[in-house]
Every structure is written in structure tokens, then in C-alpha cells.
């Protein structure tokens, strides 16, 4: 059974910088594509960032290209999202997740097989 455990949320300052991570177990973590999802009250769960097995590729939502970095460590089967300067727009749950297809890259809700519980961002203005 997949597991995927996010951790490292909280309440931020517009402009400053927070590193979101992702613990995963029940699946040979080095062998997936993984991504970050994020869902703010009354919108829909949307692509944050994913990132290749080796972790060489990375892909970004528009919003977040430049300000974000997607990340892996294989040896301790965990991802990280290093988030800087930070917008009261980024305010959302963050989701860790594992595609449904362990070569896909999950670019949209439909493609995750395996969802984390979510940690909450908050940041003020």
C-alpha cells in the first residue's frame, strides 16, 4: 500500500521561503515520476511541479517557474518542494503524489494513483 506523507507547511510572510517534503513507502520510489498538487477553497486541485526518476527533468506550473524547485533524494525515498518568495496567491493545501502510471509524468489529477494527506500553506500579505 502506498504511502505519502507531507510535511513542512505553515504560516508564511509574503516573500519568504519554506521547503515542503514528501515521504513515501509501498512503492519502489526511485522507479516513479512523482509530483506536487495544490488545492485552495473553492478551486480545483491543480499542478504545482514533477520531477523525473533521477530527478534531471523537472516540470512547473507557469505560476510558480522561477520561484519553486521540485526534488528528490531516492537513498531516503523522499521529494521536496523548496518554495521562495512566496505570494498570498500560493495559500493552498499541498499535495504530494505518485502517478497512477509509474513512467508518467502527472501533470493533471486524473494521472496521480496515490495522493498524500496535504500540508496547509498560509501565506499573509
Known amino acids: 500500500q502506498v504511502q505519502l506523507v507531507e510535511s513542512g507547511g505553515g504560516l508564511l510572510q509574503a516573500g519568504g521561503s519554506v521547503r515542503l517534503s514528501c515521504a513515501a513507502s509501498?512503492?519502489?520510489?526511485?522507479?516513479?515520476?512523482m509530483g506536487w498538487f495544490r488545492q485552495s477553497p473553492g478551486k480545483e486541485r491543480e499542478f504545482v511541479a514533477a520531477?523525473?526518476?533521477?530527478?534531471?527533468?523537472?516540470y512547473y506550473a507557469d505560476s510558480v517557474t522561477g520561484r519553486f524547485t521540485i526534488s528528490r533524494d531516492n537513498a531516503k525515498n523522499t521529494m521536496y518542494l523548496q518554495m521562495n518568495s512566496l505570494k498570498p496567491e500560493d495559500t493552498a493545501v499541498y499535495f504530494c503524489?505518485?502517478?497512477?502510471?509509474?513512467?508518467?509524468?502527472?501533470?493533471?489529477?486524473?494521472?496521480?494513483?496515490?495522493w498524500g494527506q496535504g500540508t496547509q500553506v498560509n501565506v499573509s500579505s
Open positions: 520531477i523525473s526518476l533521477s530527478g534531471s527533468n523537472t
Open positions: 503524489a505518485a502517478p497512477r502510471v509509474r513512467l508518467a509524468i502527472p501533470r493533471s489529477p486524473s494521472m496521480v494513483g496515490s
Open positions: 509501498g512503492l519502489t520510489f526511485g522507479q516513479y515520476f
